[in-house]
T-cell receptor
C-alpha cells in the first residue's frame, strides 16, 4: 500500500482556472514537501511545510496534520504551470522519504 | 540556487562496463540521496548517506554501490551496467527534517 496518495493523477485545465492537487499520507511526519518537475527537466522544491499554509506567488500550499492531508493550489493557472507535481513525505520513524506518484498537470492556452 | 551538481549530465555506456555518477554539494548537508526515475515508477531510492562513510540501501539498490568519503561528494557506481539501469538519476539533499529539499539536475544514463 502506497503510504502517500496523490490525486488526481492527471489534470487538464484551461488557462486561468484554479487548480487543486491533493496529497494524503498515512505515516507520521515532520514536514511535507511539494516538488515540481517540468517535462524533461529537473526537480524543484516549491514548498516545505509542517503546519498551516504557505504562499509563493500564485502557488499556495496547505497542510492539516491531524487529517494527514495537504493541498497545492494554483491560482490563475498558466501554460507554464504544466508540469508534474510531487508530494514527498519524510517519515519520522527513519531516514526514508516517501514520494507520491505525482500529478501530471496540463494547462491549455 | 542551492549548490548541488551532478556529473555527468548525460552518458551512454555499454553493457558490462562500470559507471560512476558524482553528486557534489556545497551546502554541508548531512543527508544525501540517489534516486532513479523511470516512467510509471516515479522516484525510487537507490542508496542514501547520513554522514561520511555512513550509507544505507534503498528500495532498488541491487547492482549499485555508493561511497561518501567526504561530506560534499556522494558517488553512485554501477559495477557492471545493464540495460535495466537505463534511467534518469537524481541526487538530492536535505529531504529529511524541516529544511527545503534540493535536487541535482539529473543524469540521463543509457546502457546499450
Amino acid at each position: 500500500k502506497n503510504e502517500v496518495e496523490q490525486s488526481p493523477q492527471n489534470l487538464t485545465a484551461q488557462e486561468g482556472e484554479f487548480i487543486t492537487i491533493n496529497c494524503s499520507y498515512s505515516v507520521g511526519i515532520s514536514a511535507l514537501h511539494w516538488l515540481q518537475q517540468h517535462p524533461g527537466g529537473g526537480i524543484v522544491s516549491l514548498f516545505m511545510l509542517s503546519s498551516g499554509k504557505k504562499k509563493h506567488g500564485r502557488l499556495i500550499a496547505t497542510i492539516n496534520i491531524q487529517e494527514k492531508h495537504s493541498s497545492l493550489h494554483i491560482t490563475a493557472s498558466h501554460p507554464r504551470d504544466s508540469a508534474v507535481y510531487i508530494c514527498a513525505v519524510p517519515a519520522v520513524s527513519d531516514d526514508k522519504i516517501i514520494f507520491g506518484k505525482g500529478t501530471r498537470l496540463h494547462i491549455l492556452p | 540556487d542551492a549548490g548541488i551538481t551532478q556529473s555527468p549530465r548525460h552518458k551512454v555506456t555499454e553493457t558490462g562496463t562500470p559507471v560512476t555518477l558524482r553528486c557534489h554539494q556545497t551546502e554541508n548537508h548531512r543527508y544525501m540521496y540517489w534516486y532513479r526515475q523511470d516512467p510509471g515508477h516515479g522516484l525510487r531510492l537507490i542508496h542514501y548517506s547520513y554522514g561520511v562513510k555512513d550509507t544505507d540501501k534503498g528500495e532498488v539498490s541491487d547492482g549499485y554501490s555508493v561511497s561518501r568519503s567526504k561530506t560534499e561528494d556522494f558517488l553512485l557506481t554501477l559495477e557492471s551496467a545493464t540495460s535495466s539501469q537505463t534511467s534518469v538519476y537524481f541526487c538530492a539533499i536535505s529531504l529529511t527534517g524541516d529544511t527545503e529539499a534540493f535536487f541535482g539536475q539529473g543524469t540521463r544514463l543509457t546502457v546499450v
